[in-house]
């Protein structure tokens, strides 16, 4: 045993002696008349020993309660509770009567003229603090190298002929008479000749001598050589487990008292250091004589309902792994099942408004017949009659269409809602035919019919109830159904009505259906020029022109030049770059982020969440960023009018799917990407590169969806590659950029060719005109002309065209700049003050970390300025949206519930490994075991953390530039993980407990837990935001290691300081205190030793706990402000 370990527990051994000579409260002289009445008393002579020596244990701490909870607070909670446990033999005294009958004088002043005083105590406890050994002491009055006697051998006590004053810590009285072997019950230690009653939990018999080995066992002394008489006597220390283990009762055995020991019974355990025998759990193995239970079975099944201090378990056969079971298998179903009650009341609508339209039609039909039939009517009342005819048949014959009832008279229409498949039958053609007439019919009359009660778009019913919001009355999952399918068929019959969907016609239509008005947003934009932070490169340069609303403009160009750049710049998102010139938001200089709740970015990836179906993204972007005051019907329409316009109908309910999860097709996925802007009704809609893989017929339907939405007013710019000519008449106005952000045309697609024809440059035959246009501009086809014009002098021709300024250095060298352009940079070429090639390395530097610093600086500007709202719409507040991310949260979380199972699979098999071979020690009380735990739960759960926000940095992006809350998006996030920072530790412990069965209770333990796994959750919240996944998950592995290191090295100050603010440490220190707090009795010493070895206090329970949980929501806190601070947007 090393000596550093033998100081720290001499200290443990000083306390608890100098605690026991408390109850020496009087000087007890040995009187003649003692003596007298000891032989005369009989029993009454030791019953009163017993009862005198017990009095004084009584008042163990009056005397030293203050100094010992000072110096020994920390390994002692209740000192009256831990003493008592110790020292309270109340119960079962037999030990000091025995004692009192062995003795030579038989008297009570023989017992307590044996016991050690206060100084003697000082002398064992010193003894071992400057020596190596435990039984050798320090030399003192009566045990020295001029005098030593039988008494100071291990085993042994004399009795002394003075007066003897225990209380006194200076004197050591003369013990040197009646030297006989220490009474079992007591320990006698080596180089003092006064003994110590051994504490409850210990068996301290008398020693018996090994004639093999001369052995006085199980003390391990020897006798002393040529003392003859000598014999083995009793105890001779009691000191931490490792170097008095033979003083602890044994395990298998318990001891209700210091000289009894009882073999464990079957059906129970004895630990270590027992007093009474534990009843086995059910279903657990206890043979006889066995150390602890075998509850392996337990940890096959997991407890469901109380757990009491006995440790009764009730169990649910394996509740807890059926649920789990339930999560792996069902999960998709749970969800399944609400869509497909949707899909039935969506179903059920579409039915009632088909039915209500054909019963319109028939009983159209039916006045019609009868019309024909009132022959003998009078002539005023048939001349009423034609003109009334006429007047309703008209309009039938300015569109062509035949009466009533007729084939002729049913209008074509698109597939309608609720068909899930591509392929219809002619009858359901038909009914969706009359539907449209039928819809048509009631605009034309509407008081025709007194029994039809679609309500729908209805004007009377609007003029009747002015004041009653739209959709008040719309309750029911069906009547909003019904509302919106039956708003949307009367949208495509006027569609329909109004084929050539001019302007003109757009304004009728809008006033029949009394659309919402969206605020007109037109960007202005002059002499726009984007410069490169520190590189003097021009992503764009001299750009001027405007898009307006209603409008569907194209953005064209070759490779590299600055196309999405360019609608970059327009909205806003353009980062490390100097920004000249002047855009004009409505003709006014006004940010274009004060209206970015009515503006829709659609990136040019597909950033849609794959674990969720078509109609859920397109629903929580709908929730999230239309008004607050808009009713729920209305957003129903609103959703239910982009799918039937993107052709998502077929798969609305399907997932859009991942990489590694296949879901809808390419060209279905970009439509929904798009779909997530168009359901927030944006007055200004920016889509980079929507076409994208898309074949011709998906580009031309998304095309008819986004010009239908610039028919409403919505101002609508696009950047496309290389579009066939069909798609390229769709549009409106075209910017043609040449490279270097130059612009060479902007204007209307239908003169764009007039244009290039006036400087020379015509189409060939059979050739589509973007495709030309961009070759010529990348130099891949030279121009076929006559003027003599090149690709590189359409910029400056553009400017003059128009009279725009024109920099100098273009008009000087128009090849040279516009070469150097094109050849600079993948957007753009260098300004004539490029850096020079003769500058220093160090200047260089010191240039871009300049560079670096004002682009993070802009970033950071972006990020957090605050402007203005201009947009006219109220979205929903934080505590709202938090609803809809936790909705969202929660149905991701299910999706991919087998996932956590995995994760779940893996804690699993943790536990049984670490449960097995890595075992809780009574000499350590766990700290080792419990070592392994911190760094594999810490490890996995980290990992398992990092998905929470790893996965979905590019959405939270896109949705937090939009205006999404932040706030709400995180707390959704983390509350829905706390279901594994509940449910991890409780799977870990349903093995690693059973099968290790620590003394801690498994409460505690969960509790260390849970707090030890919110932390680490936080920590990973943080690596991954701020890493990439490869370093975050190196960084999680690393971490644990690290800081369970640093919290175990207490050698250097510095160290133990840094350790303080280790997770580690006080995860561990929790555990090994739940634990610690178990041993009472005969494990004081050691507690004491080993929780001042590790520097750990009995006291400090809560407040590791709570550290935990700080360290938990600090970096929460900080794993929060590093995704706003460091969003890209």
Same mark, same amino acid.
């Given at each position: ?33 003692? #003596? ?43 000192? #009256? ?131 093999? +080995? ?38 298998? @055995? ?138 309703? @048949? ?57 029994? $039809? ?49 001019? $302007? ?178 944006? +007055?200004?809609?920016?889509? #980079? ?7 011709? @017929? ?121 070469? +150097? ?18 500058? @220093? ?94 760094i594999s739960v810490s490890l996995l759960c980290k990992i398992a953390a990092l998905r929470t926000f790893g996965l979905d940095k590019l959405h939270y992006w896109r949705e937090s530039s939009s205006g999404m809350s932040s706030l709400a998006y995180f707390l959704s996030k983390d509350t829905v993980d706390h279901f594994n920072t509940i449910m991890k530790p409780l799977v870990y412990l349903s093995m690693f407990y059973f099968f290790n069965n620590p003394r801690s209770s498994i409460i505690d333990n969960y509790i260390v837990l849970i707090c030890l796994v919110y932390c680490v959750t936080g920590i990973a919240y943080a690596l991954s935001i701020y890493l990439e996944p490869g370093p975050a998950q190196l960084w999680s592995v690393l971490l644990p290691v690290i800081l369970t290191l640093v919290a175990n090295y207490n050698e250097n100050k510095l ?75």
């Amino acid at each position: 045993m090393s000596r550093e370990h033998l100081q720290i527990l001499s200290v443990r051994v000083f306390s608890l002696l100098v605690v026991s000579s408390s109850f020496l409260s009087s000087p007890l002289p040995r009187a003649a008349g003692q #003596d007298s009445e000891g032989r005369d008393g009989g029993s009454r002579v030791y019953d009163l020993a017993t009862e005198l020596v017990l009095s004084r244990y009584s008042n163990l701490t009056h005397v030293f309660r203050d100094e010992l909870l000072k110096k020994f607070g920390f390994c002692i909670i209740d000192l #009256d509770e831990d003493l008592n446990g110790a020292f309270n033999f109340s119960q079962d005294s037999s030990f000091i009567t025995n004692c009192a009958k062995k003795m030579a004088g038989g008297t009570i002043g023989e017992i307590l003229g044996r016991l050690c005083t206060a100084a003697e105590m000082q002398i064992y406890a010193g003894g071992i603090l400057q020596t190596k050994k435990t039984t050798y002491l320090k030399p003192n009055k009566n045990c020295n190298l001029s005098a030593w006697i039988s008494g100071c051998e291990p085993g042994w006590a004399c009795a002394s002929a003075e007066q003897v004053e225990l209380k006194n810590r200076t004197y050591v009285p003369a013990r040197t008479v009646e030297c006989q072997p220490c009474c079992e019950g007591f320990f006698c230690p080596r180089g003092l000749t006064c003994m110590l009653p051994c504490p409850k939990g210990a068996y301290c018999p008398l020693a018996k001598i090994n004639n093999g +080995s001369g052995i006085c066992e199980p003390y391990s002394y020897h006798l002393p050589p040529g003392k003859q008489n000598h014999t083995c006597g009793g105890a001779a220390q009691w000191a931490d487990v490792v170097s008095s283990r033979e003083v602890f009762c044994t395990g298998g @055995s318990y001891c209700p008292s210091t000289i009894r020991k009882i073999p464990c019974s079957s059906g129970h355990f004895c630990r270590q250091g027992s007093t009474t025998e534990e009843d086995c759990f059910r279903m657990a193995t206890c043979k006889s004589h066995s150390e602890n239970q075998n509850i392996t079975a337990y940890g096959i099944m997991i407890f469901v309902s109380g757990l009491t201090d006995s440790f009764k378990i009730k169990m649910a056969n394996a509740g807890l792994i059926f649920i789990f079971l339930i999560l792996y298998n069902f999960s998709d179903q749970v969800l399944a099942t609400r869509e497909k009650r949707q899909a039935k009341s969506r179903e059920r609508a579409v039915e009632s408004v088909r039915e209500n339209a054909q019963a319109r039609e028939k009983w159209k039909s039916a006045k019609d017949i009868a019309k024909k039939h009132a022959v003998g009517l009078s002539t005023q009342f048939s001349r009423t009659f034609s003109r009334r005819k006429s007047t309703k @048949s008209d309009p039938l014959k300015g569109f062509g269409q035949a009466k009533p009832g007729s084939d002729a008279a049913l209008p074509s229409m698109p597939t309608g809602i609720g068909e899930q498949s591509a392929g219809t039958s002619k009858g359901k053609e038909k009914e969706k035919r009359n539907l449209t007439q039928m819809i048509n019919a009631i605009e034309e009359d509407p008081n025709s019919h007194e029994g $039809f009660n679609l309500e729908i778009g209805d004007k009377n019913i609007k003029k009747e109830a002015p004041k009653a919001p739209k959709g008040k009355q719309l309750h029911t999952q069906s009547q909003i159904f019904k509302y919106a399918y039956g708003q949307i068929e009367k949208e495509k019959a006027l569609q329909e009505q109004n084929a050539n969907l001019t $302007f003109s016609g757009v304004i009728q239509m809008a006033g029949d259906l009394e659309n919402r008005k969206r605020p007109p947003i037109e960007v202005v934009f002059k002499d726009l020029t984007l410069t490169l932070k520190g590189k003097n490169k021009h992503l764009l340069r001299c750009v001027t022109g405007k898009i307006s609303p209603g409008r569907v403009s194209a953005v064209m160009g070759p490779s590299g030049a600055g196309k999405t750049t360019f609608l970059s710049a327009l909205v806003g998102k353009v980062r490390g770059c100097t920004v000249s010139g002047m855009i004009l938001v409505n003709g006014k200089m006004e940010a274009i982020h004060c209206y970015k709740k009515i503006i829709g970015f659609v990136p040019q990836d597909d950033i849609v969440h794959g674990n969720l179906t078509v109609e859920e993204n397109l629903w929580f972007s709908a929730r999230c960023r239309l008004s607050a005051e808009l009713p729920k019907p209305e957003k129903v329409l609103v959703v239910e009018r982009v799918i039937e316009s993107l052709g998502l109908q077929a798969v609305r309910d399907s997932l859009v799917g991942t990489v590694e999860k296949r879901g809808i097709s390419g060209g279905q996925r970009k439509r929904v990407n798009v779909g997530l802007e168009m359901v927030m009704e944006p +007055s200004l809609l920016i889509l #980079d590169e929507p076409t994208s893989g898309l074949d011709s @017929s998906s580009s031309i339907l998304l095309l008819k969806a986004l010009r239908r939405e610039a028919l409403e007013g919505v101002n609508i710019c696009m950047v496309v590659h290389q579009p066939s000519y069909t798609l390229f008449k769709m549009f409106d106005d075209l910017i043609l950029l040449a490279k270097g952000g130059l612009t060479v045309y902007h204007g209307p697609v239908k003169k764009i060719e007039e244009y290039f024809g006036s400087l020379g440059i015509t189409v060939p035959e059979r050739v589509n005109p973007p495709d030309y246009f961009i070759d010529i501009l990348e130099g891949i086809v030279k121009p076929n002309t006559t003027t003599g014009v090149t690709y590189k002098q359409l910029p400056v021709r553009w400017m003059l065209h128009n009279g725009y300024p024109v920099p100098m250095d273009m008009l000087q060298s128009v090849d040279g700049m516009v070469a +150097s352009a094109g050849d600079n940079s993948a957007h753009g070429g260098s300004t004539p003050n490029a850096v020079s090639e003769g500058q @220093s390395f160090a200047r260089d530097f010191w240039k871009d970390v300049k560079c670096h610093v004002e682009v993070k600086k802009d970033a950071l500007k972006h990020n957090f300025i605050t402007l203005n709202d201009l947009s006219e719409r109220t979205n929903p507040g934080v505590f709202q949206q938090y609803k809809y991310f936790l909705g969202r949260a929660c149905k991701q979380w299910l999706r991919e519930a087998r996932t956590q199972a995995v994760d779940f699979l893996i804690l699993l098999l943790a536990g049984i490994c670490l449960g097995t071979i890595a075992k809780v020690r009574d000499e350590t009380f766990g700290a080792l075991g419990y070592t392994y735990t911190v760094i594999s739960v810490s490890l996995l759960c980290k990992i398992a953390a990092l998905r929470t926000f790893g996965l979905d940095k590019l959405h939270y992006w896109r949705e937090s530039s939009s205006g999404m809350s932040s706030l709400a998006y995180f707390l959704s996030k983390d509350t829905v993980d706390h279901f594994n920072t509940i449910m991890k530790p409780l799977v870990y412990l349903s093995m690693f407990y059973f099968f290790n069965n620590p003394r801690s209770s498994i409460i505690d333990n969960y509790i260390v837990l849970i707090c030890l796994v919110y932390c680490v959750t936080g920590i990973a919240y943080a690596l991954s935001i701020y890493l990439e996944p490869g370093p975050a998950q190196l960084w999680s592995v690393l971490l644990p290691v690290i800081l369970t290191l640093v919290a175990n090295y207490n050698e250097n100050k510095l160290v133990s300081r840094i350790a303080n603010l280790c997770y580690t440490k006080w995860a561990l220190e929790a555990f090994v205190i739940s634990n610690a707090k178990r041993y009472s009795g005969v494990w004081l010493i050691t507690r004491c030793g080993s929780l001042m070895k590790n520097g750990y206090d009995l006291n400090h329970w809560n407040r590791s706990l709570i550290f935990l949980i700080i360290t938990g929501i600090v970096t929460r806190g900080i794993a929060f402000f590093l995704m706003v601070l460091l969003q890209k947007k």
